[in-house]
Each structure stands twice: as C-alpha cells, then as structure tokens.
C-alpha cells in the first residue's frame, strides 16, 4: 500500500526531462505497472516554468532527469510551492555531497533504504560511483582498506552515459572506437566517490568510453601488502559477499585467479555485479563492478528509489535494515 498521496489512491510522479535518455529509461521501466501513475506536460511546455510548477504542485514525486543547472532551478521551483512540494529524486550531479540530500544507493549502509523512504529529496547517484562506492566502501569499514589508501578507479561506459548529444557523436560519423577522458582529474563524479567510499584521499579516476551503447565496468587495482593484514584476495571476497549479504540488486561472484569481463552482460537489469580477481603470489587483486549505466547507473536505480520513496519497495531491496 501507498504512503498518503497528493491525491487518489494510486501515487503520481512526474518526470522532469521525460524526452531525455534518462527519462525515457525510466518511462520504460514503468510503463504498464498499475501502482504508479506517470504524468507528463506535452513537449511545447516542458520547459516552461508555470506549467512545471502547476504538475509540481499536483504529484507526489519529481524525478528530474536534467543538466545540473536546470535541476538547481527544479529544485527552487519546487521549494517555493511550500507545503504543496513534491519530493524530488534528482538524476544529476547538481546535489551529490549536499548533507540536505539522501545518497540514493539503498545498499550503501544499514538503514540506508529507510533513509531514502523517509527522505523529501533524494539524490540518484552517477553510474561509476555506484560501482566504484559499491567495492570500496564495505573493504573500508571492515579496516582492510586504509582510508587514504592511494585508490585509482579506471572505468569503461557505453556512451549512452553521455546522453543525447554522445549518443548522437557516436552513432554519427567518425566517433573514436574508445576514448579516455577526464584527464584533467577533475571528473564530477570523484567529490561522491571519495565521500562515499569513506576515502580521506582524493582517488584518481580514469573513465573511459567505447563505441557500445551501454554497459560499464569500473576497475581498482590494489596492492594487497598495502592493505591492513595483507589479506587474501578470497578474504576481500568475503569482506563484500557478507556486507551485501541480502540485497535484491548487488551480486558477489566467487572469487577467480583469472578471467575476463565485458561491460554489457547486465543491460537492462538493475543489478550490480562484483567481482575480485587475485593473484596471492603476486600480492596483487583488482576488484571489478559491472553494471548498466542507464540500469543500476541510472534510470533502475531511480526506479529503485522511487519505489521506496512512494512506499512500494519491498524491504529487501532496501539492503539491509538498521
Ligand atoms: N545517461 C546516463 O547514463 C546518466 C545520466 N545521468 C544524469 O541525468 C541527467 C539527464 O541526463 P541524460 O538523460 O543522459 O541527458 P539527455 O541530454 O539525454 O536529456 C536531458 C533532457 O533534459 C531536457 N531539458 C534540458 N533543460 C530542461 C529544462 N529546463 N526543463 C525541462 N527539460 C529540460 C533536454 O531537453 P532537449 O531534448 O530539448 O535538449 C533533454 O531531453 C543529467 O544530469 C545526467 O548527468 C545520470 C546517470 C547516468
Ligand atoms: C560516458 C559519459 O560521458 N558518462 C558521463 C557520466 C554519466 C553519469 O552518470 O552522469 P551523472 O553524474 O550526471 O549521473 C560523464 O562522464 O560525464
């Protein structure tokens, strides 16, 4: 049953950017379910500030699927209809680390999904954070990873990560068959990845994009001598495997001394898979994630949230209770 509506029985949502990669996403994602029910302003006014202030007004949550600057504005929309706000999930980057948002990866903590259920605003987290947090963090609270362990993430993302105007470069002429980027360290993603994994020193992040729609992996090298106990690289696996023990959406695989991994066999899932290859001689590991970055990178883990936010989510998909 539904927490208390705006009105009727069945809770409204709105998504602001509906025509957008990650709109569209999760319109998909919840076309045909019988518990939600979708509004939408017709394209001439969508972005017209009256119109989305009227539908602001009459849902119970406002996903904004938008540039930065545009959710910013969103959320002052929505801040000024006082008692009348809807909550908001927010996709972008606009309010990551803001301590007046909930991070909304329910799998982060114990008790974090009923954070996110009681939460006015909720924050949708970036797609290689999900995977880069969802390694580190549980080897950073057992006390195996130091917290200002040297970290490098490098990642690969299919290049609907870059919405529309990357996805129109690559499915044009001339797109490169891969590309490194964000070579001047300043990703926006790396304030959330260090804040979250619980890192007190900055880590380098190497993401890349190739030419696949979509599908990421995110990679971390680590020095096993470096990390407290010199541990295994099956201990890590345990140290992950128990942390997530229970959660709907976050798998951990049997630890392997080789292997391969492609960025795609999870598309359109909102599951998230991690792995640890190791070599004990050598003292080495590399911790993988593999996820669908428009699945749990973004529009499954808004629906995720969405649930619980309208009080649909099943308790086990919340991780673990507090
Ligand atoms: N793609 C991905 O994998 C992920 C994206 N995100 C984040 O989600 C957000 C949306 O990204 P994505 O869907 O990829 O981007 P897109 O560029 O595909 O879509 C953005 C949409 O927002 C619309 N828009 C822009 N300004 C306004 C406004 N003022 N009012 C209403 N609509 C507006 C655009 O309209 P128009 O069509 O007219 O340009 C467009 O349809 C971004 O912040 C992005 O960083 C998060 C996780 C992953
Ligand atoms: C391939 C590609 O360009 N990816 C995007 C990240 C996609 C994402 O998660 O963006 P948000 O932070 O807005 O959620 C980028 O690196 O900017």
């Not at 406002?62 to 929505?78: F, H, Q, S």
Request: proline share 8%.
């Amino acid at each position: 049953m539904a927490q208390g509506t705006k009105s009727g029985s069945i809770p409204s949502v709105f998504i602001d950017g509906e025509s957008g990669t990650t709109g569209l996403q999760i319109i998909e994602r919840l076309q045909g379910r019988a518990d939600i029910a979708l509004r939408s302003l017709p394209p001439e006014r969508r972005k017209d500030p009256e119109a989305k202030r009227d539908i602001f007004a009459e849902v119970d949550v406002v996903v904004l699927c938008l540039p930065d600057d545009a959710a910013k504005e969103a959320t002052a929309l929505a801040t000024g209809l006082g008692a009348r706000a809807p909550k908001l999930l927010d996709a972008s980057t606009a309010h990551r680390v803001n301590p007046d948002w909930v991070y909304g990866v329910p799998e982060l903590a114990p008790g974090q999904g009923a954070r996110i259920a009681a939460a006015p605003r909720v924050t949708n987290p970036g797609c290689y954070p999900t995977g880069g947090i969802l390694l580190l963090r549980p080897l950073v609270e057992a006390g195996l990873l130091p917290k200002d362990y040297p970290v490098t993430v490098n990642a690969v993302s299919g290049y609907s990560g870059g919405g529309k105007a990357m996805i129109a470069a690559y499915e044009g002429e001339g797109a490169p068959p891969f590309e490194l980027y964000g070579l001047g360290l300043e990703h926006k993603h790396l304030p959330e990845l260090q804040h979250y994994s619980g890192l007190t020193r900055r880590p380098i992040f190497v993401p890349s994009v190739g030419d696949f729609r979509q599908g990421m992996l995110v990679s971390i090298p680590l020095h096993l001598d470096l990390l407290s106990g010199a541990p295994s690289p099956a201990a890590l696996q345990e140290a992950l495997a128990a942390y997530y023990d229970g959660a709907e959406f976050v798998r951990v695989a049997p630890p392997e001394a080789s292997g391969k991994m492609e960025p795609e066999a999870l598309n359109n899932t909102n599951l998230v898979e991690l792995r640890v290859f190791g070599n004990e001689r050598r003292g080495q590991a590399v911790l993988v994630a593999r996820l669908d970055n428009l699945g749990k990178g973004a529009s499954g883990a808004a629906v995720q949230n969405l649930e619980l936010m309208l009080g649909l989510g099943a308790a086990n998909r919340m991780g673990k209770a507090a």
